[in-house]
């Protein structure tokens, strides 16, 4: 299947700093990818929507200017996490799919390995 | 809004024992669902992906069905053993750019 990487795997940060996570498609080009939150012994929540070459689309309750989404090109999406505190402290995963086999009938959703973050 | 609830949410057997996971969803128009595995503190690792046109998708011991006009799901593992053991995530694609929403996952715990 096609591979999605994201980096860093973790990372630690200081309360009030910003930390950026990537999310990238290797073999593949995606217009459209996904970054998802899981807090311990949660499930996964969809936070927004990250376009190519447009504004994200956040979830209710997403806070935007906290969470700074850019994508950039086809094969790159950020997550700024700006001003961390200890409460922002997570598992932070991506998804993308496959532009050239978008179709009803293939539209797997392949993930990164995700990101955990603690704010200290 | 598309909801997925799984149940159980935490399930402890015997090592062998055939199991069945389940996962229902409140809005039948989907793309495909997807079934997956997340050990503690890593990430998803996938398991099975079921289209909307299919009916059950089988891979090793892991055997799952889709009966879509009835929002249900379910995961069959068969001779559980213990490196079965870890958290089992639905996930259902549907709705505009094609948004992945994730159950609330059963916690295995397969007993030696």
């Known amino acids: 299947g096609a591979v999605v990487s994201q980096h860093p795997s973790w990372v630690i940060c200081k309360s009030g700093t910003s930390v950026k996570i990537e999310c990238r498609s290797l073999?593949?080009?995606?217009?459209?990818m996904f970054w998802y939150r899981q807090f311990p012994k949660q499930s996964l929540m969809l936070m927004a929507t990250?376009?190519?070459?447009?504004?994200?689309?956040?979830e209710q309750g997403v806070e935007k200017d906290k969470f700074l989404i850019n994508h950039a090109s086809l094969t790159l999406s950020t997550l700024t996490v700006t001003s961390a505190h200890p409460e922002d402290s997570s598992f932070y995963i991506c998804?993308?799919?496959?532009?050239?086999?978008?179709?009803?009938?293939?539209?797997?959703?392949?993930f990164g390995q995700g990101t955990r973050l603690t704010v200290v | 809004k598309q909801e997925v609830t799984q149940i159980p949410a935490a399930l402890s057997v015997p090592e062998g024992e055939n199991l069945v996971l389940n996962c229902s969803f409140t809005?039948?128009?989907?793309?495909?669902l997807q079934w997956f595995r997340q050990d503690p503190g890593k990430g998803l690792t996938s398991l099975l992906l079921?289209?909307?046109?299919?009916r059950e998708q089988t891979s090793g011991r892991l055997n799952a069905s889709l009966d879509k006009s009835s929002g249900r799901s379910t995961l069959y593992i068969a001779a559980s053993q213990p490196g079965d053991s870890a958290t089992y995530l639905c996930?259902?694609?549907?709705?505009?750019?094609?948004?992945?929403?994730f159950g609330t996952g059963t916690k295995l715990q397969v007993i030696p």
């Open positions: 998804s993308a799919r496959d532009q050239g086999t978008y179709t009803l009938s293939n539209t797997e959703a392949f």
């Open positions: 073999d593949f080009q995606a217009t459209t």
């Open positions: 990250s376009n190519e070459g447009s504004k994200a689309t956040y």
């Open positions: 809005d039948s128009a989907i793309y495909n």
């Open positions: 079921i289209q909307s046109s299919q």
């Open positions: 996930a259902v694609n549907s709705g505009g750019y094609q948004k992945v929403t």
